[in-house]
């Protein structure tokens, strides 16, 4: 959805792109705050200065660096664009997400409150139903005893005039895991050891104070060096652009990589392997179960949080690992740029040795820095066309049906017990808890981090 926050966010980069390609993005960028937010100028914030310190460490964080790394608050940006393009620094974060404290509200405790819709009415059907009598009308207007309520959300479902209502913190509230909370300056801060990387809580805040750490300028710089790039795109660029995939594989082209192939192509190689890993499985023990292992969130989660299920996850590698495989064999000395809409899969590259990772959003901006248009662009002359299954990975119960047609080209009459996590949250999170405790009859559990798939990933642009 586009709002203010993604709005900035897509300039930003598109800045950078257009200043890096003319030369003059070290003496830019430390300007660009001020041409956005000039003196006399509209705030979004309290002050034009407040702005300016924001949209500086959203510089920071497209430069790859974590504001909790920062060390001299005098650094200017130009100085870090030194060290990225010295190599002094990494071009590997340790962790994919940051926080911008300055762009943080600091909202206030998530509780249920009643607003002046109240009419005080006799039915009174908040106070009847209240489960711990946290309720009463005083001088005609319902008031909410905040030690008593325990947020069950009962009085808000009763009442007839919508009178009460839920105020949340929405990073809080999207998380599904508790990984990100209030820090004893009211800030929001992220606990990477709880963290999966799901990117909802960037997704979710209103300020933006969530941010990616981009390898944008880590790619501009070794396509400027002349490095032979291979862009990975992943199935779920269907329909985040216009036209074709073929065309967008020409338009990734002209942007600068060296060369181009679909991720669906390593699909069809994660579909083969967890096709036979899942019928070993349950040839061995017929009435265990397997889940999915091509969402590097879902991974994460089992890992951090439900260890009781990590016998239960697929070892095949995602079709992004696949699809190096598949680079790595043609371009040996190539590095592999993986396009999708995944902070997740940031995480997953850093183990697996895909070298970079580029969201659409990125994709988009570089497009649009470069002037590219996709839908103007000659299909690209593949070699072979995925599988129309591999390349539905991306949508949800997509591996399921990969995984089923495969299988029935094996073993005739196979019939796949199958169910779909469709989004994690704090109730699937519940619920795959209960399918590893034998509760619910499965076979095969489909896990996805976003619902609808991966094509609603958190760095989407549709």
């Known amino acids: 959805m586009l709002n203010g926050a993604t709005f900035l966010r897509r300039e930003l980069m598109i800045r950078v792109v257009r200043a890096f390609d003319a030369g003059t993005l070290a003496d830019d960028i430390d300007r660009i705050a001020v041409h956005l937010r000039p003196k006399n100028g509209d705030s979004s914030r309290c002050c034009i200065y407040h702005d300016r310190a924001v949209i500086k460490y959203r510089l920071m964080a497209l430069l790859g660096v974590s504001v909790e790394e920062e060390k001299d608050e005098m650094k200017r940006l130009v100085d870090y664009l030194a060290e990225k393009e010295s190599g002094a620094v990494p071009e590997h974060g340790e962790n994919p997400l940051s926080v911008c404290g300055p762009a943080c509200s600091g909202c206030p405790d998530a509780k249920v409150v ?8 006799f039915a009174r059907p908040c106070v009847y139903n209240c489960p711990k009598k946290a309720i009463e009308v005083v001088d005609g207007h319902s008031v909410i005893d905040q030690s008593k309520c325990i947020k069950c959300g009962k009085c808000i479902t009763a009442c007839p005039y919508h009178a009460i209502v839920k105020t949340t913190v929405p990073c809080e ?5 508790g990984a990100i909370r209030k820090n004893e300056h009211g800030v929001a801060e992220i606990d990477f050891k709880r963290c999966i990387f799901c990117g909802k809580c960037f997704n979710a805040c209103p300020f933006s104070a969530v941010m990616e750490r981009s390898q944008l300028v880590d790619l501009l710089i070794a396509m400027k060096r002349g490095e032979k790039l291979v862009a990975m795109v992943a199935p779920s660029a269907d329909r985040q652009f216009p036209g074709t995939i073929e065309q967008l594989l020409t338009a990734c082209s002209k942007a600068g990589f060296s060369d181009v192939m679909e991720v669906a192509l390593g699909a069809e190689k994660t579909t083969e392997h967890e096709t036979a890993e899942f019928i070993e499985r349950m040839e061995k023990n017929q009435k265990t179960f397997m889940t999915t292992s091509c969402c590097p969130a879902w991974v994460n989660l089992v890992g951090k949080h439900l260890p009781e299920l990590v016998d239960h996850v697929s070892l095949t590698p995602s079709p992004m690992v696949y699809a190096r495989e598949i680079v790595k064999a043609k371009y040996p000395d190539a590095k592999t740029v993986f396009i999708g809409p995944c902070v997740a899969k940031r995480s997953e590259a850093r183990r697996k040795d895909v070298d970079y990772v580029l969201s659409f959003e990125e994709l988009g901006a570089l497009f649009a820095g470069r002037k ?15 599988n129309p299954t591999a390349r539905n990975y991306a949508r949800s119960c997509g591996v399921t049906d990969a995984v089923l047609a495969e299988a029935t080209t094996k073993i005739p009459g196979f019939k796949l017990d199958s169910k779909q996590i469709n989004g994690i949250d704090r109730k699937t999170c519940a619920m795959v808890k209960l399918y590893a405790a034998g509760k619910l009859p499965v076979n095969f559990l489909e896990v996805m981090a976003c619902p609808g798939g991966c094509q609603n990933g958190p760095c989407s642009l549709t």
């Open 173 to 177: 509230e999207a998380c599904p895991v």
């Open 114 to 121: 009643s607003t002046t819709n109240c009419r005080g009415c």
């Open 372 to 386: 590219i248009d996709v839908i103007a662009c000659d299909p690209w002359p593949v070699e072979r066309p995925a």
